[in-house]
């Protein structure tokens, strides 16, 4: 089985098919792949790990790989547990293996794993340094905070490979090939987006930090840690990377509502239905409590509108709508135009609570009169609804 990326690069990552939701969060529909590499030269260098319940089939992949020599170095760019969890394990297969990271990496792999205790068995290095393994010569560059404060790269100068870690990196296991140039890429793209505003969204400054420090670099082959390796589409990655770390959207208008007994509901279909008819054609409706906000996210850092609406609950914000909120809260996304819709039956809260939380948290583009209705939609409040939406499509078209 031919498993070489590029010259004496080698995958051995793993597919992961069994977990419904990622980070106890967000649903994988196509499953998630945890990639690993082998740098096969006169030192033999293994890249990141896998998640620990892999680890017979990782083993296996290794060893086809290099058969029963010893590995050498253990890069760990990143130390997350989908990607360290087979760290200890590893040390206990291939003892005389060196564990290579930087100061913070070390730290964190003290307290969960209890390895590299022994200064013997790491190599400690910093943003920059080199370590050549024969014909390959690596370099490291620090990226704190893509996604943890200990991530770096490993650039691998010889074929112009990156080891990424997160970065570039998508939900959607691999099927059969692993390089992008070998398959059908669809599925990845919104995949891409939606595991970078899961996962990475927040970290949009240190994501245009890294990229600054790869411009100019010359990269043939990207290898993250989750989803192809990257080398026909590496353009269009680092655009989307570039695009989504600059919270750059496209015109269209993200409606997401809650609602127990539809009168709220209602309210969201004449929203819809009056930006519609005022231009809009990028518009999508989440009902909050069925959709996934993993999904809803994704949609967020698609658009540059949203509209988002819910009942009053127990005096205050309907419970789906207020987590939605510390969702993208959270993100930092900036730019986006928001309108609010709420309801009541006999004292509002809803419209006041997402109105205090853009003011004091998103510091999104109020657009529009917020609409507030009462127990079902009247004819007043049905206009005030038609007044949104078209306030809405005109400020996005
Ligand atoms: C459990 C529960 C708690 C509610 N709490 C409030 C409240 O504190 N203040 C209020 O004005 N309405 C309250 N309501 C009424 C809802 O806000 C009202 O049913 C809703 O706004 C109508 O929209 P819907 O048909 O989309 O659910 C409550 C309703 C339920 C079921
Ligand atoms: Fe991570
Ligand atoms: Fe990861």
Redesign the pocket.
């Given at each position: 089985m031919n498993t070489e990326i590029t010259s004496n690069i080698h995958y051995v990552g793993v597919n992961d098919r069994h977990k419904d939701i990622f980070e106890g969060l967000w649903p994988l529909p196509y499953g998630v792949s945890y990639n690993s590499y082998i740098i096969n030269d006169e030192k033999i260098a293994l890249v990141d790990t896998v998640e620990a319940d892999f680890f017979p089939q990782y083993l296996d992949n290794i060893r086809q790989v290099i058969g029963d020599r010893q590995i050498d170095y253990i890069i760990v760019n990143h130390m997350e547990p989908d990607h360290s969890g087979s760290l200890a394990l590893i040390k206990q297969y291939y003892p005389g293996a060196r564990i290579v990271g930087n100061k913070k990496t070390f730290d964190m792999m003290r307290g969960y794993y209890h390895v590299g205790e022994d200064a013997s068995e790491i190599l400690e290095v910093k943003n920059g340094d080199t370590l050549s393994l024969g014909k390959h010569e690596l370099q490291f560059v620090l990226i704190p905070m893509v996604h943890w404060p200990e991530t770096m790269v490993t650039l691998d100068q010889t074929t112009h490979t990156l080891f990424a870690g997160d970065a570039f990196g998508c939900f959607g296991a691999l099927n059969g090939a692993f390089v992008d140039s070998h398959m059908n890429c669809d599925i990845y793209w919104d995949e891409m987006r939606r595991y970078y505003s899961n996962i990475v969204g927040k970290y949009g400054v240190p994501v245009q930090q890294a990229l600054k420090k790869l411009s100019g670099v010359q990269i043939d082959y990207i290898c993250s840690t989750h989803g192809p390796v990257w080398h026909e589409y590496i353009e269009r990655v680092m655009a989307e990377y570039n695009r989504l770390s600059l919270y750059n959207a496209e015109p269209g208008l993200v409606i997401c509502y809650g609602?127990?007994?539809?009168?709220?509901?209602r309210a969201a279909e004449v929203i819809a239905r009056a930006a519609s008819e005022a231009g809009v054609k990028n518009i999508v409706m989440h009902d909050v409590s069925r959709t996934n906000h993993s999904y809803i996210l994704s949609d967020i850092f698609k658009y540059n509108a949203m509209v988002l609406g819910a009942?009053?609950?127990?005096?205050?914000l309907y419970p789906q709508m207020e987590s939605l909120l510390s969702e993208i809260g959270g993100r930092n996304i900036k730019g986006r135009k928001l309108g609010i819709f709420g309801?009541?039956?006999?004292?509002?809260?809803a419209v006041k609570k997402i109105k205090e939380w853009n003011e004091t948290t998103a510091k999104f583009e109020l657009v529009g009169e917020p609409a507030e209705i009462k127990?079902s939609l009247s004819e007043e409040t049905r206009k005030a609804c038609e007044a949104l939406g078209k306030a809405m499509a005109e400020s996005i078209l």
């Open positions: 609602s127990m007994y539809g009168n709220t509901e009942p009053t609950y127990n005096n205050g309801s009541c039956t006999w004292a509002g809260q127990q």
